[in-house]
């Protein structure tokens, strides 16, 4: 079973950049897809990207194409979100999930068995 611990969460203007990175326990890292899902007060958790366990595949949701980049470093065991031109409505807890059954990405968060505890992002003036 992965364990995942978030970091890089913080307080950032609008028009600034946060990377959050994730650090997975498991040696096996390389097996499983790996998707930042977030959930602001009063929300549902819900999608933000994936990478495949190849990393040759990402998706996005439309709120946050061209402006975050997701990628893996999988010598390290290291998820990473890096997030440009945030915009307030980008404040959220942020979490890294984890999962190994699906043959193609999936942006269900029921899909991901393996979950961080989360990091808080805020963008405010």
Do not use: H
Not at 44 to 73: C, H, L, N
Not at 81 to 107: G, I, W
Not at 111 to 123: E, H, L, R, S
């Amino acid at each position: 079973q992965v364990q995942l611990v978030e970091s890089g969460g913080g307080l950032v203007r609008p028009g600034g950049s946060l990377r959050l990175s994730c650090v997975a326990s498991e040696r096996t890292f390389t097996i499983y897809n790996m998707g930042w899902f977030r959930q602001a007060p009063g929300k549902e958790r819900e999608f933000v990207a994936a990478i495949s366990w190849s990393g040759g595949s990402t998706y996005y949701t439309d709120s946050v194409e061209g402006r975050f980049t997701i990628s893996r470093d999988d010598a390290n065991k290291m998820l990473s979100l890096q997030m440009d031109s945030l915009k307030p409505e980008d404040t959220a807890v942020y979490y890294c999930a984890a999962e190994f059954r699906s043959m193609t990405l999936t942006t269900r968060k029921e899909d991901y068995p393996y979950w961080g505890q989360g990091t808080q992002v805020t963008v405010s003036s």
